[in-house]
Structure formats: C-alpha cells, structure tokens
C-alpha cells in the first residue's frame, strides 16, 4: 500500500471505531482496535443546572470527537514499586485508631468485556467519620481527625481485585444551594490499561437519605447508571468485631476485538 493509500485506511479506520494504526502483518493491513463507547446518558452532562459549579467550567460549544491513536490506547504503568504496602489502609499509618466505623472496601474491576483489569491503579479519597476533609478548603465546622487523612490507593490483583480498609465517611454540608448536603461517598480514580479507560468517579453506600437531594448523585440520568454508583453491603467481606464489608465493582471501557483474537478465532 502507497503512503498514501496507507494513510487514507487509517482515517477510515479511525472513523470507523477510533483507535491507533497497527501493522498486523502481510495481507492484513492496518488493523485498528477500537474501544466500545458508553451509551450517551451514562455520564453527567456537562452543564447541569442543579450542580452549580458547572455553571462556569462548563464547554459552551459542542465536544469534537477526535480519533484514538497510541497515545491513547497506551497507559502509564504504574507499577506496584510506587504503592507502599500501607497505602490499602486508610486506618493505619496514624499514632492511633482512626474515630468512625471501620469497614472493608472491596470489588473487581472489568473492562466492558467483562474481562478482568489487572495491575492497575485505584485511588480513592474521602472524608473523615465526621464529614471533614483534610484540606485546606474544607472548613466545615466538624472535627479533624489527627489519625486519618483519608487518602489510599492499591493495584489490582490478576484477577482485577482491589480491597481497602477505611472508615465509613459522613455526610458533609455544601454551599451550592440553600441546606445542601453531600451523601456520604468515597472518590475513586482508576488509570485502567490505556488514557481512554480513566475514570474517576463517586462511590455511595445504600439507602442514603440524601440521594433525592443531591444534584451531583442525580446528574447521572439513568436509574440503572445511579445504581452502578452505590456499592452493596457484603456480609463475607464483614469481620465480627472488627469491620463491615462493601463490594464495588467497577467497570471500565472495554476494549472491542484485538487484532490478536481476531486471528485466533
Ligand atoms: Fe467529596
């Protein structure tokens, strides 16, 4: 195939599914994997009245889609040399226990393939059993707690597992409209395997009081999507005396048919 040619299959194929231009060897041609999109509701538009703060940081003209290449079907590896072996215990490190209801945090990460996500990072951060974060901009009038700075992260197992030991957040007070509270929630961040499978999202736990009221949980449209974003109480994952469990799974984009099981069928 000319230069040309060559180049002219590569925009057809990026039109087609997105992707980066692979050899895949004599007679094959140019053999672009695609990731699956999510349906167009499951993420929060970007301009939702209820949440005020997207008022100003909101795009004012249309997204453009722009073409996969490897920069974006590649990752960073953040390998497990960086992650030290506390960091899955947001109760540890500390002079002392940290106040609040200990719990473990455990789940599986897939892609949408339903195929484990392996070796990846999982950060989450959150408040503490009072509904204070540590950071300077928080200065809601609740209690620090001088044995928890709420941050944590772990890799996935071969299996895409993760489990953190943490405590159970409170609610906590916001200024985006009259008598606004927070449900209770755990950020979570993941890298996956490649820049087009990053998420980071919000955790909640079940039968919280505020998910009617709150506009960042309702900015999620679907129903269905919502309820991916509360995690289930796991009574094998619970220790007596010690912890309750939660299990969260997450799943990330998926990758469609690789040029690898293509040949392999
Ligand atoms: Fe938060």
Redesign the pocket.
């Known amino acids: 195939m000319s230069g040309e040619g060559k180049e002219m299959e590569v925009e057809r194929r990026a039109e087609l599914g997105g992707g980066s231009p692979l050899w895949a060897g004599p007679g094959r041609g140019l053999v672009i994997p695609g990731y699956r999109r999510d349906h167009e509701l499951v993420d929060p538009p970007h301009d939702w009245p209820g949440y005020r703060g997207t008022i100003l940081r909101h795009p004012k003209r249309p997204l453009l889609a722009i073409p996969n290449t490897v920069g974006e079907i590649t990752g960073p590896l953040l390998g497990e040399e960086r992650v030290g072996e506390l960091d899955f215990d947001l109760t540890a490190g500390h002079a002392g226990e940290p106040q609040g209801q200990k719990i473990v945090l455990h789940g599986r990460v897939t892609d949408g393939n339903g195929r484990p996500v392996p070796d990846t990072l999982v950060e989450i951060w959150?408040?503490n059993a009072a509904g204070r974060?540590w950071h300077k901009v928080d200065t809601h009038p609740a209690p620090l707690d001088p044995n928890f700075t709420g941050a944590g992260r772990c890799m996935t197992d071969a299996d895409g597992r993760y489990r953190f030991i943490t405590i159970r957040p409170g609610s906590?007070p916001w200024e985006n409209h009259f008598n606004a509270w927070?449900p209770a929630?755990i950020?979570f961040s993941l890298f996956g395997r490649a820049f087009t499978q990053r998420l980071v999202t919000?955790m909640y736990f079940p039968h919280d009081p505020l998910f009617a009221y709150d506009p960042i949980f309702n900015s999620v449209r679907d129903p269905r999507d919502r309820e991916r974003l509360i995690c289930e109480f796991d009574l094998q994952a619970t220790t007596p005396e010690w912890a309750m469990g939660f299990r969260y799974d997450i799943v990330l984009r998926g990758r469609e048919a690789t040029p690898f099981e293509e040949g392999h069928r």
Request: hydrophobic share 10%; glycine share 0%; charged share 10%.
């Open positions: 959150q408040a974060y906590y927070r929630h950020h919000q």
